[in-house]
């Protein structure tokens, strides 16, 4: 797998997650008092990437692969991921919306990708 330099600020950026980064660091706060039981293989996302890397997949709906090449991480990882994230969303009734337009954001040029 080609890890990919990306920019942390960019892909935390209000436009892309729907909220404030104080927003973001508050529902990672939240999840976190019940997220972090230790099932398994340990993840090597750290836990607010795994917050960030699920908004991100259901804000603007990036697929798991992508978000794998973006958090330097496995496909099958980020499946386990998103699938551990919804689910802590799901148990606190917290719904993360669809953004009602790709934001401009959104680029492979802007997310460090070449063509």
């Not at 293989?41 to 990036?62: E, K």
């Not at 692969?65 to 606190?92: G, N, V, W």
Request: net charge positive; charged share 20%; proline share 8%.
């Amino acid at each position: 797998m080609l890890a990919q330099k990306w920019d942390h600020a960019l892909l935390s950026d209000p436009a892309l997650t729907g909220m404030s980064r104080q927003q973001l660091r508050d529902l990672t706060d939240t999840l976190a008092l019940h997220g972090s039981v230790k099932r398994g293989r340990p993840s090597r996302l750290a836990f607010p990437d795994q917050v960030l890397a699920a908004v991100l997949y259901l804000r603007v709906a990036l697929a798991a692969e992508p978000l794998a090449m973006l958090f330097d991480s496995s496909r099958t990882a980020m499946h386990r991921t998103l699938l551990k994230i919804r689910t802590l969303l799901k148990a606190r009734s917290i719904i993360i919306p669809p953004a009602a337009t790709p934001p401009t954001a959104l680029t492979a040029s802007r997310l460090g990708f070449e063509p």
